[in-house]
């Protein structure tokens, strides 16, 4: 057996690693048998952890240029294999045909990865806080988000989802969120947030407590994220005009 160093082994998922020196994928201690072309997506994936690869450049990794002409679907039912073979795998895919590896989310251990996959595909920025934490912060934010207000998620962990309104505290519906936090119950709500570069973003807010089955107990705060900045600029030149 090639000689292996821990240290130099990548975690994908739970039980689950990435040898770079061999290109070999260890489950429960044992290596998993991968096609050639699935190691070598999962080589380019890897290479670019977290960050999005076209479906060109996977492609033209795995096939020649002379070998295939460039066909996306061939990529596709790859990836598809690939999360039948390693479904503990995150790999995203985005319009456009660009896929990502999403890292391993250790921070978020009641939650489970399918649950969190599902969140990452909604076309609404999603975020689940965590009131039992001290000041409700963000323990979770999926792709939509990050692409509506412009910050990683490791920027917005651990923080409270006041940043995205920052100074601009005069909003009634800032007092509204925080009465029906305190009653642990649902509430909608459009606030004026900015992005990252500081753009201003009308943001649908709805806010829903959830509860443990079992105790009953306030557990998280489910957030969903919609940009409604395009009604809302038309409502407000409407109202201009009347
Ligand atoms: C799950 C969740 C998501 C939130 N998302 C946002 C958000 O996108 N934008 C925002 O301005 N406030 C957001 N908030 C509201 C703030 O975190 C905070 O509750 C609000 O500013 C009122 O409390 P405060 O007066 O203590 O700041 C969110 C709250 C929760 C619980």
């Known amino acids: 057996m090639a000689f292996m160093n821990a240290k130099t082994l990548i975690k994908l998922c739970d039980k689950c690693y990435w ?51 460039f066909n996306p679907k061939s990529v596709r039912n790859l990836i598809s294999n690939l999360r039948k073979r390693i479904p503990c ?13 999403k890292k391993y989310r250790d921070n978020v251990p009641n939650i489970t990865d399918y649950v969190l996959e599902i969140l990452d595909q909604a076309k609404n920025g999603v975020t689940i806080s965590d009131p039992n934490l001290p000041d409700n912060p963000i323990i979770f934010v999926n792709e939509a988000f990050s692409e509506l207000f412009g910050y990683t998620s490791e920027e917005v962990i651990g923080r409270n989802g006041r940043f995205l309104h920052g100074e601009d505290r005069d909003q009634i519906s800032l007092k509204e969120i925080q009465k029906a936090l305190q009653e642990e119950r649902d ?30 107990k306030l557990k998280y705060f489910l957030g969903v994220q919609k940009n409604v900045t395009a009604i809302q600029k038309l409502i407000q030149q409407i109202k201009r005009m009347l």
């Open 187 to 216: 509430i909608t709500v459009t606030l004026r947030n900015y992005t990252k570069e500081g753009e201003l973003i009308f943001n649908e807010l709805t806010i829903s407590p959830i509860f443990d089955k079992k105790t009953e």
């Open 89 to 101: 795998l995150i790999i995203n895919n985005y319009y456009g045909g660009r896929y990502v590896l």
């Open 19 to 69: 040898n770079p020196l061999t290109q070999t994928v260890i489950e429960d201690n044992h290596i998993l048998v991968l096609t050639s072309s699935m190691t070598k997506l999962l080589a380019i994936l890897i290479d670019h952890y977290d960050k999005p690869v076209s479906s060109v450049d996977i492609f033209f990794h795995i096939w020649d240029d002379y070998e295939k002409e």
